[in-house]
T-cell receptor, first 116, second 113 residues
Framework: AQKITQTQPGMFVQEKEAVTLDCTYD???????LFWYKQPSSGEMIFLIY??????QNATEGRYSLNFQKARKSANLVISASQLGDSAMYFC?????????????FGKGTKLSVIP | DAGVTQSPTHLIKTRGQQVTLRCSPK?????VSWYQQALGQGPQFIFQ???????QRGNFPDRFSGHQFPNYSSELNVNALLLGDSALYLC????????????FGDGTRLSIL
């Protein structure tokens, strides 16, 4: 079974500043994938970035980067140069490789508010 | 390139009724998953369909059932609705290959009175 923990219910960041959203995970699977999604108030879940457990480098996608520390079982999302449109819920999720590896397991999310 | 589409957008039902939600996957995707998202929570996995078969099921009762059609579209059926079934229901599609990201639709917001 997989477990995702997001300990920050809410975060504030000044526009144009960088922000880190925390995510820790737990799994016994030898390989797994970690995902971050953004959910604006309208409801749709938008895929942001993916990190495989055996990837040597941290993933980056535009202003998003994933700070992957395998020994600490953490996969923090870093958003650089925050914009007002970044205000949303952010969910960390994972998928394992063992039995039942088809589902995404989500954390409870972090609500990010960008201040002008 | 159309993304994942879900219908209807909103639905209001009463306890004991039955509901059917629909999903068309992103073009080229062959796998459809359904999630339930209660207010203030992360999505919870209901089940996944591939090649018209239920491939995996989460911790949901048999009142929740689904179907996948030859064109990869899918339906989620919920019988004997309870107040606790009020939630946002999200459909996600992906390719079968390992760790391909799932792409979500806008969801169906179901309210039970």
């Amino acid at each position: 079974a997989q477990k995702i923990t997001q300990t920050q219910p809410g975060m504030f960041v000044q526009e144009k500043e960088a922000v880190t959203l925390d995510c820790t995970y737990d799994t016994s699977d030898p390989s797994y994938g970690l995902f971050w999604y953004k959910q604006p108030s309208s409801g749709e879940m938008i895929f942001l970035i993916y990190q495989g457990s055996y990837d040597q480098q941290n993933a980056t996608e535009g202003r998003y980067s994933l700070n992957f520390q395998k020994a600490r079982k953490s996969a923090n999302l870093v958003i650089s140069a925050s914009q007002l449109g970044d205000s949303a819920m952010y969910f960390c999720a994972m998928k394992g490789s063992g039995a039942g590896s088809y589902q995404l397991t989500f954390g409870k999310g972090t609500k990010l508010s960008v201040i002008p | 390139d159309a993304g994942v589409t879900q219908s209807p957008t909103h639905l209001i039902k009463t306890r004991g009724q039955q509901v059917t939600l629909r999903c068309s996957p992103k073009s080229g995707h062959d796998t459809v998953s359904w999630y339930q998202q209660a207010l203030g929570q992360g999505p919870q996995f209901i089940f996944q369909y591939y090649e018209e078969e239920e491939r995996q099921r989460g911790n949901f009762p048999d009142r929740f059932s689904g179907h996948q059609f030859p064109n990869y579209s899918s339906e989620l059926n919920v019988n004997a609705l309870l107040l606790g079934d009020s939630a946002l229901y999200l459909c996600a599609s992906s390719l079968r290959r390992y760790n391909q990201p799932q792409h979500f639709g806008d969801g169906t917001r179901l309210s039970i009175l």
